[in-house]
């Protein structure tokens, strides 16, 4: 067990929540902050559904602080208060789309924002940080299964070049100061939630990515999946990704902090990926089968800087981290449909439900201390066999029909 303490920065989203429950599981104690910029608050100002879930799922407590990055002496305060040994670094906004509409947005976002989490380490002697980093460095590929050396930086959108950015960062400072010792993680395709189902993908922004999208159209919310693109030199003319289970993605961060701590390696960059190339038809089908639904979908023209196919080559994770994914792509359809159909309004109405527990709520740049006691975490566990059945019903009744999306306003 770890016993190390760990900033969890965007903890409150998708895979911010999803790794909380591995670096508890590890023996870590978890710091975490949000500004819930894209997801679900609490009641109050304090912790959100997500890590109260994680709470309950891992019966360890979480320290929550609701903290924007941009606020440097906010953040000063959390190191203050306490020992941090590294720091995971999720935070930031991701839709492509809307950073193309919003440059300065991401810019200031996802760049002022590290740039005040790496200066406030600096300042309190922190120099272990794994980053958040994106398979969208790497552009449109040159060769297939990507490896780490494939040169970075034609990046089409704002989004891909503010991960670029960092990256630059991240190697400028590990120069200047032998101190920082950095793993960037390139992620691949991310889906799936907590086999549990109590967590999963909840985005307050709008959103585009393929399988919350499709869980929409599985629930009813959205008529039919939108393919761009069904003329692309794939196997069946669709485009083809690299989809990673979020828990497996999850064990990547904890393998990457077990690495910073055992070597120092100024700075190392590692794809997380399964190495599998997936079309989006494929995908779809692999869905209908686990859902026993049909799905309806149209195909479109092409998107302009769509990639055809991108999918990793991550044996360096393995070989040097211990790490490979292990989950498969019917677990991580199946995975990601049990939260959908146990939460169709995400985390939404247990937010307002949980409102009455609460035995406090603090303001801005103060901690949660509210403890589950293990009864609370055993009936969670109970109800959710309870709610797996009820899966099974909602399946029978026919409520959970189709489903299904396209590579849509992805980032890869
Ligand atoms: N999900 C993917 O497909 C994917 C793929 C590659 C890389 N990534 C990267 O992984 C990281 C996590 O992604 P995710 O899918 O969990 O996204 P997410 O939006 O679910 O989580 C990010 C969290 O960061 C918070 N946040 C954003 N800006 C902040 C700020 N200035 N201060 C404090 N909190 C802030 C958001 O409110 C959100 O809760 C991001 O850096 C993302 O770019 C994601």
Known sequence: ???????????????????????????????ALDNFINSVPGPGPGMPPSLERVQQITGRHITFYVCDLLDKQGLQRIFQE???????????????????????????????????????????NVYQLVFSSSCTVYGNPESLPITETHPTGDVTNVYGRTKHFIEGMLKDISVANKKWNFIALRYFNPVGAHPSGLIGEDPTKAFTNIMPYMAQVAIGNKPHLTIFGGDYDTEDGTGVRDYIHVMDLAK???AALDKLQKEHQR?????????????????????????????????CDRREGDIVSMYANASLAENELGWKAKFTLPQMCADFWRWQTLNPDGYRKCAE???????????????????????????????????QKNVENLRQNGHAHSIFSNITDNEH
């Open 252 to 254: 990547g961060h904890v």
């Open 82 to 124: 306490h020992t941090i040994d590294c720091v995971i670094h999720f935070a930031a906004i991701k839709a492509v789309g809307e950073s193309m509409q919003f440059p300065l947005l991401y810019y200031k976002n996802n760049l002022i924002a590290t740039i005040n989490l790496l200066e406030v380490m600096e300042e309190h």
């Open 267 to 299: 700075l190392k960059f590692y794809n997380l990926g399964t190495g599998n190339g997936v079309s989006v038809l494929q995908l779809l089908k692999t869905f209908e089968s686990v859902t026993k639904s049909k799905i309806p979908f149209k195909i």
């Open 353 to 387: 439900a949980n409102g009455s527990r609460k035995k406090s709520t603090n303001g801005h740049g103060l901690p949660m201390t509210e403890i589950y006691n293990r009864n609370e975490v055993e009936n969670t566990k109970q109800n959710g066999n309870f709610q």
């Open 1 to 31: 067990m770890s016993g190390r303490t760990v900033l969890v920065t965007g903890g409150a989203g998708y895979i911010g929540s999803h790794c909380t429950v591995e670096l508890l599981e590890a023996g870590y104690n978890v710091v």
